[in-house]
Nanobody, 115 residues
Framework: QVQLVESGGGLVQAGGSLRLSCEAS????????WNWYRQAPGKQRELVAA???????NYADSVKGRFTISYDNLRNTLSLQMNSLKPEDTAVYYC?????????WGQGTQVTVSS
């Protein structure tokens, strides 16, 4: 089992920055990839960024060049640095830990970008 606790959401003006954190505990050694998803009202949940246990990162086209995903192995913390935020980035953001068979979700944190 892996437990995930997120923090760092909030309200920011367009062009601003936020940093999301997701503290992991439990069997983190079983995780092969760490992901950030988001879900805007009336839309499906979408993958925003992912990083493998080996450190390889990938991003959705909509956030490439603006968001940076990282994982601190010493602190067992997943982060998402979000710069140049746009109103269309407004959503609930979820961290997700992917094991070979199971996946684990955080509780979600609201990010609101005002124009």
């Amino acid at each position: 089992q892996v437990q995930l606790v997120e923090s760092g959401g909030g309200l920011v003006q367009a062009g601003g920055s936020l940093r999301l954190s997701c503290e992991a505990s439990g069997s983190t050694f079983s995780i092969i990839a760490w992901n950030w998803y988001r879900q805007a009202p009336g839309k499906q949940r979408e993958l925003v960024a992912a990083i493998t246990s080996g450190g390889s990162a990938n991003y959705a086209d909509s956030v490439k060049g603006r968001f940076t995903i990282s994982y601190d192995n010493l602190r067992n913390t997943l982060s998402l640095q979000m710069n140049s935020l746009k109103p269309e980035d407004t959503a609930v953001y979820y961290c997700h830990a992917e094991a070979k068979v199971l996946g684990y979700w955080g509780q979600g944190t609201q990010v609101t970008v005002s124009s």
